[in-house]
């Protein structure tokens, strides 16, 4: 249950749009601040707040140089994986006729039955 209660958490924290902005812009290299305001025009405030936000759930990593802060993804495999959400909230036809991946595992089905 440990892993459903990570992914909960994961999803949490990607769940702003500003986040999913800025994760975008910043691709798979490190980025200072300043470039991340260029490349997403939100105000440098909300950037910043965002990217303590995402590095405090482990989604970035910093590295300082000088006066300047550097962010990095910890994992560029979220790149990947948010590419592959976009193209299912895209595509709402495939959401309706397709099964759905996750199933309820089978002792969670045989718990329920025997009450």
């Known amino acids: 249950m440990d ?8 999803f ?12 975008k812009a910043m691709g798979g290299k490190k980025h200072s601040v300043t470039e991340i305001v260029d490349a997403t025009s939100l105000s440098q405030p909300l950037v910043s ?15 300082r140089k000088g006066p300047f802060v550097y962010y990095t ?7 990947d994986a948010l590419g592959l ?3 299912i909230s895209h595509d709402t ?3 309706k006729s397709h ?3 996750f199933c309820y595992p ?10």
């Open 93 to 95: 036809k495939s959401l």
């Open 85 to 87: 959400m976009l193209e």
């Open 73 to 79: 993804l910890k994992d560029p495999r979220l790149l």
């Open 49 to 63: 707040h965002h990217l303590r936000t995402l590095r405090e759930n482990g989604i970035f990593e910093t590295e």
């Open 106 to 115: 089978s002792w969670w089905r045989d718990g329920r039955n025997n009450k």
């Open 3 to 10: 892993d459903f209660i990570k992914l909960s958490q994961l």
């Open 12 to 23: 949490q924290t990607l769940g702003d749009a500003n986040r999913l902005k800025i994760i």
């Open 99 to 101: 099964k759905p991946v």
